[in-house]
């Protein structure tokens, strides 16, 4: 993860059909990975994810972790040698080889909010975001996330954050009276 943008904390309904109301984060962020180098013959598509992990409230318990954003991968069926002829053509232009598999996300919102267990994110520290992929092959098992070279495969260099702590609660001030009590923002 290159750069985190944003984050910001409200109140309120994350999604529609809930009818209590809970603290949830929005984040934005920037991302440059190439993983281009996961590609061959045998590489169907690849699942990348990127996930907000925090510590646990208590000692001796797993972190926190959340799937904040993700992406399929697909590889270019004109290079698959395990298909016929005929069905190896591309519904699209294809890529050129070296773009494949490269993310540059500029501004980038998070396909999916946080929260916790409790519903209350505030007071929430050292978290860190993180970047993840899963190589699903024609023929084979599946691969996941490296930090050190396999084969041909490059090592995931960098793929997390620095340290981050949720932000204070996004309030907006009483418009009446002068007075200085702040409401919850609503969204």
Known sequence: MEKLL????????????RTKKEEYAIIRFNLDADLSSLFNWNTKQIFVWATAKWPADKANVAPNEAVIWDQIITADPS????LPMDRRKSKSAPLPKS???????RNQKAKYQITDMIGNIAHKTNATLELSW??????????????????????????????????DLKVKKDAGAGSSSNKEAKS
């Open 6 to 17: 944003m984050i910001t904390r409200v109140k309120g309904r994350p999604h529609y059909y």
């Open 79 to 82: 290079q698959n040698p395990n």
């Open 99 to 105: 773009e494949r598999g490269v993310i540059k996300l």
């Open 134 to 167: 899963n190589v699903q092959p024609w023929v084979g098992a599946l691969t996941w996330t490296t930090h050190k070279p396999w084969g041909n495969w490059h090592a995931l260099r960098g793929g997390k954050s620095k340290k981050f702590d949720f932000p």
